[in-house]
């Protein structure tokens, strides 16, 4: 791991604020039979971790003696918010990878500036999340521990003005910097590719029949469409438009570079039935869509636009077309203004007003082709957008986040100048408890076990239920060479605390006789993760994890110990893992390994994992396709009509094994759901025997003292 000095505009403190519960890196060791792992050991100044008041989850408090997790699973994923690429267009942080390139900044003596710069390294962790919400409308999920350049400096989300967290923290007074809020790149339809076309033919092109007299036979007529571009994405953009309309076109070479200018490529067709379609497409419509008026300005913008000392600009010499420009600008919000400078060749400009963040949202909106006239490097930090800060909020759940390291040790995110996450260690600001990395770099508190056991025996302390694994797995292989549990199990034990254990390790079939003695001192909850029975689909989905049938195992030796053990089959995979043969072979294989209840949950396909599933289904099995936009066109979760349909399967099959108890004392099931809530899914209970049972409530007859005997 690199531990890179983060770039600052003025000097921090010496401590280290970020660090509450870390105190310090004691090395960094990678070993042979850990290939590929890092693990960065430090020591902790607290072990317990309270959950924030108001949230669903039934425990107080957590435990993770690691950060970062090598069963980390590539579907479970979320990171939507939209990162400033190099070439102006948006992409989720979850999409992004090392090698990019996007957008940072740097001071320069009287303006910070974007420039172009490179995604270094690329992880995920969790932590609780905040939701932070700007006046014109932007908001941005974020750790408390991340910053954001104000105006008055850098600043964490969250913090205290004195005290132990005291650190600069933002609040309403504050105002960031960068373009705010912008557009999201809609999908292209056919109108979208009709706009196009109409803006990029009429624009730029030769469209014309010929009728010419042919000696002794009449006339004749020559049918022409010829477009000639030195952009070659825009040329490629409109012949695959075409072609998806019905219009073969030829690709040549138009015209060599010479030392003023570049050189051409055009697509033609001479084909009589050609032009007449392409005129068809590009005939103006009565009522134009907002699809169309987004396809129109990128084509036309393509072909005679350009943005250049930060004006962007169309011009064309056509009244028709600058009309019809101005009336689509204004169609999707946009504030133009039409200039004409009494040129001989009647060419006038409709000149886009609002400066960058208009720009911006122009570009993100409308997805022109030709990604160089969309670039804002060299560009001050200069807007016009209302950034300040109207809220933080404290959201009351742990999610799973991205973040990067840039070559500039800052980046956009979602329209504002955002540091690099204090996720990923530095020489400065070690937040070493939170990982980097997630699934390779994993930070290891050593000393976890000794300081709980002083936590614990603080008379303050109500022992209440503690959760494992809810964060992190505390038997990912890292455990093996720790061997942090033990210590964990015991001190819990001692104390009198009941507590649960959720894992996908079949390392806690070493732990199985420690935990069955500790259940005869306090109540013991133990939870396996099966995520998919399919030995293939968890090959390519869930690399790293122990195999279902070794999980399946860890379920046996559990219940054979005599402690309850509920199942999480999750996720369903809609027309891979929905079949009622696959639900019924492993609902049954369950039930033969003992488990006391089973909860079922369908795949939550967030923005994060979107890209990265879609892709992997496209290729694998790209007949889904279809289906899956159905399910979730909408949003990250299925509709309730299918979540109905899969309780419907699921139901009758987990009543016939007896699996559908649920812990808090109901047996509803997935449809009806539960007031305890999952990570993830606040509609579905916990299984029986994921939880520890609740304490017995002391009758009068317990209470009362004992009678002696006057015999």
């Not at 090395?27 to 042979?32: E, G, K, L």
């Not at 060599?256 to 379609?277: C, D, E, H, N």
């Amino acid at each position: 791991m690199r531990w890179d000095a983060q770039r600052l505009d003025f000097d921090e403190p010496s401590a280290l604020p970020g660090l509450p519960d870390v105190r310090g890196l004691l090395r960094s060791v990678q070993v042979p039979e850990f290939p590929g792992l890092t693990f960065h050991e430090v020591r902790a100044k607290s072990a317990l971790n309270a959950v924030p008041k108001g949230s669903a989850m039934p425990f107080g408090h957590t435990i993770n003696p690691y950060r970062g997790c090598s069963h980390a699973c590539v579907y479970c994923l979320v990171g939507d918010t939209a990162i400033l690429m190099a070439d102006g267009s948006q992409r989720p942080i979850a999409d992004l990878r090392v090698g990019d390139r996007i957008i940072g900044t740097e001071k320069g003596d009287s303006y910070r500036r974007y420039v172009e710069t490179e995604v270094l390294a690329h992880w995920s962790t969790v932590k609780p999340a905040h939701r932070v919400s700007l006046a014109d409308g932007t908001t941005i999920v974020a750790s408390g521990d991340h910053r954001f350049l104000t105006r008055r400096g850098w600043k964490h989300v969250t913090g205290a003005s004195r005290g132990a967290g005291q650190r600069p923290h933002l609040t309403n007074n504050d105002e960031l910097l960068g373009f705010g809020r912008s557009a999201t790149t809609n999908g292209v339809c056919e109108d979208y590719r009709r706009g196009y076309l109409t803006g990029m033919v009429r624009g730029d092109a030769h469209l014309k029949v010929y009728r010419y007299q042919r000696a002794g036979r009449g006339h004749g007529h020559v049918h022409r469409f010829r477009l000639a571009l030195a952009d070659l994405d825009g040329l490629r953009r409109s012949q695959a438009y075409l072609s998806q309309a019905g219009v073969s076109t030829d690709w040549f070479e138009f015209s060599p570079a010479t030392p003023t200018r570049r050189a051409m490529s055009a697509i033609r067709t001479s084909s009589a039935a050609s032009v007449a379609r392409i005129s068809e497409i590009v005939a103006w419509p009565d009522g134009p869509s907002d699809a169309w008026q987004r396809g129109f300005l990128a084509g036309v913008f393509d072909a005679e636009g350009g943005r250049s000392q930060h004006v962007l600009r169309i011009s064309d010499a056509d009244d028709e077309m600058l009309q019809r420009t101005s009336a689509a600008f204004a169609a999707l919000g946009f504030d133009s203004v039409l200039e004409d400078r009494s040129l001989a060749n009647r060419v006038r400009t409709v000149r886009l007003r609002g400066g960058l963040k208009e720009h911006l949202r122009f570009i993100h909106l409308v997805a022109p082709a030709i990604r160089r006239k969309c670039r804002v490097q060299g560009t001050a930090i200069k807007s016009t957008a209302d950034l300040r800060v109207t809220e933080v909020q404290d959201l009351g759940l742990e999610m799973p986040m991205y973040d990067i390291t840039t070559g500039t040790g800052d980046f956009i995110a979602n329209g504002v100048v955002s540091h690099n996450c204090f996720a990923r260690g530095t020489h400065e600001w070690l937040e070493l408890d939170s990982g980097a990395d997630f699934d390779q770099q994993i930070v290891v508190k050593t000393n976890i076990a000794d300081v709980l056991r002083r936590e614990l025996a603080r008379p303050s302390w109500q022992r209440e239920h503690v959760a494992l694994g809810t964060n992190t797995d505390p038997y990912q292989r890292a455990e093996g060479r720790y061997r942090l549990m033990p210590g964990i199990i015991d001190a819990l034990a001692r104390s009198g605390t009941p507590f649960s254990v959720l894992t996908k390790g079949t390392l806690a079939r070493r732990d199985v006789p420690r935990l069955a003695a500790a259940s005869h001192d306090v109540p013991v909850g133990m939870g396996v993760s099966m995520a998919i029975w399919d030995d293939d689909l968890h090959a390519a989905l869930e690399p790293g994890a122990p195999t279902p049938r070794a999980r399946l195992e860890l379920v046996r030796a559990i219940t054979d110990a005599g402690l309850p053990c509920g199942v999480f089959l999750a996720p369903v995979l809609p027309g891979l893992t929905d079949r009622m043969e696959h639900l019924e072979a492993a609902i049954g294989a369950i039930a033969a390994a003992g488990a006391t209840g089973v909860t079922v949950l369908p795949l939550h396909l967030r923005p994060g994992a979107r890209g990265w599933f879609t892709a992997w289904l496209s290729r694998e099995h790209p007949g889904l396709v279809p289906r899956y936009r159905q399910l979730y066109g909408r949003g990250a979760y299925v509709p309730a009509e299918y979540r109905s349909w899969l309780a419907g399967r699921v139901g009758p099959v987990l009543a016939r094994y007896g699996l559908d108890r649920q812990s808090g004392g109901d047996a509803r099931g997935l449809a009806a759901g539960s007031s305890l809530g999952l990570p993830g899914d606040e509609a579905a209970g916990f299984p029986a025997g994921s939880l520890p049972a609740p304490r017995p409530t002391p009758t009068a007859e317990d209470e009362a003292p004992e009678q002696l005997s006057l015999c």
